[in-house]
């Protein structure tokens, strides 16, 4: 039986929502380790002069707990 548990991270990019949330897990994995999976809770986006300038994301990380 594995225990999980699940943590949420907000993460932005000047690129793209995906990029975002590759940023969160990598930022993540540096302190918790045996990821598992990244739910994509919410979206949004800052926008200026008509511009997307940064794209942010809501995530829920799952691990497994040794």
């Known amino acids: 039986m594995a225990v999980l548990k699940v943590i949420e ?4 990019s000047s ?4 990029d975002a949330t590759k940023q969160a ?3 993540a994995s540096k302190t918790v ?3 598992r999976s990244v739910y ?4 949004s986006a800052n926008v200026k002069d008509g511009e ?4 942010r994301v809501n995530v829920k ?4 707990v040794d």
Do not use: C, G, R
């Open 9 to 12: 991270v907000l993460a932005n």
């Open 15 to 18: 690129k793209s929502w995906e």
């Open 25 to 27: 897990v990598k930022h």
């Open 33 to 35: 380790k045996n990821i």
């Open 40 to 43: 994509v809770q919410d979206h």
């Open 52 to 55: 997307i300038t940064d794209y």
């Open 61 to 64: 990380i799952t691990f497994e």
